[in-house]
T-cell receptor
Framework: AQSVSQHNHHVILSEAASLELGCNYS??????LFWYVQYPGQHLQLLLK??????LVKGIKGFEAEFIKSKFSFNLRKPSVQWSDTAEYFC??????????FGAGTQVVVTP | DGGITQSPKYLFRKEGQNVTLSCEQN?????MYWYRQDPGQGLRLIYY???????QKGDIAEGYSVSREKKESFPLTVTSAQKNPTAFYLC?????????????FGPGTRLLVL
């Protein structure tokens, strides 16, 4: 069975600091990888996704993620966060049959 | 405006009662999903449907039932067999079948047990 593990449940950092959120997955077949974000009071929305090609993918709002197949990882990064990046971030895996699995989420708080 | 509508926003259930959560989409998406969101546990898949009149169990289907009689609608029933139904329920859809598709989420329904 596939599983998704997010390393941190809560992250607090100051504006302009760099952010890296870890995500590891366990699955034997071809996987598609996603990061979703849930801003306070808003719907979950896609940040970025990877399913083939360049393992470094860029998403909205300056976020990027790197797929490292040998480490089963898909870590999310942003060089300099803003207060508006305060949100909950979810890593997810989609299998070939259209079933998705999400990690437990990481609550990120950016202080002014 | 295209999107996913979930109603009601809040729902109260009495002990032993079945309740149905509505999910409607006007995006012409093929696949629809139901998740349960609990603090510290992320989203857990309850049921999903990739075509009309067909659906599959997710990871936590016990105590829930669904139907997919129309492409745009995927209601979820929380039965009395679900012993811990208090949670935030999210409906999602994807344009086509496949785990590479982006999921589009509704606003959610919060279910509370009286």
């Amino acid at each position: 069975a596939q599983s998704v593990s997010q390393h941190n449940h809560h992250v607090i950092l100051s504006e302009a600091a760099s952010l890296e959120l870890g995500c590891n997955y366990s699955y034997g077949g071809t996987v598609n990888l996603f990061w979703y974000v849930q801003y306070p009071g808003q719907h979950l929305q896609l940040l970025l996704k990877y399913f083939s090609g360049d393992p470094l993918v860029k998403g909205i709002k300056g976020f990027e993620a790197e797929f490292i197949k040998s480490k089963f990882s898909f870590n999310l990064r942003k060089p300099s966060v803003q207060w508006s990046d305060t949100a909950e971030y979810f890593c997810a895996v989609g299998d070939s049959w259209g079933k998705f699995q999400f990690g437990a989420g990481t609550q990120v708080v950016v202080t002014p | 405006d295209g999107g996913i509508t979930q109603s009601p926003k809040y729902l109260f259930r009495k002990e032993g009662q079945n309740v149905t959560l509505s999910c409607e989409q006007n995006l012409n998406h093929d696949a629809m999903y139901w998740y349960r969101q609990d603090p510290g546990q992320g989203l857990r898949l309850i049921y999903y449907s990739q075509i009309v009149n067909d659906f599959q169990k997710g990871d936590i289907a016990e105590g829930y039932s669904v139907s997919r009689e129309k492409k745009e609608s995927f209601p979820l029933t929380v039965t009395s067999a679900q012993k811990n139904p208090t949670a935030f329920y999210l409906c999602a859809s994807t344009p086509r079948q496949g785990g590479w598709e982006t999921q589009y989420f509704g606003p959610g329904t919060r279910l509370l047990v009286l």
